[in-house]
């Protein structure tokens, strides 16, 4: 799991798939949306 702005999380699957949640590059931008960056991670990984 990657926190900060500009970084990537990946999941991979037990089938070999892959899937990406990326966060805005912008540190302002990053400010505005962490809350809907972190509600993405959230989804991905089955907690939300």
Known sequence: MA???GTV???VFRDGRIERCDNVKD???YM???DEMIDR????????
């Open 32 to 34: 505005e949306k962490i």
């Open 3 to 5: 926190l900060g702005a």
């Open 41 to 48: 991670k959230k989804v991905l990984f089955g907690a939300g």
């Open 27 to 29: 540190l302002k931008l």
């Open 9 to 11: 999380t990946k999941r």
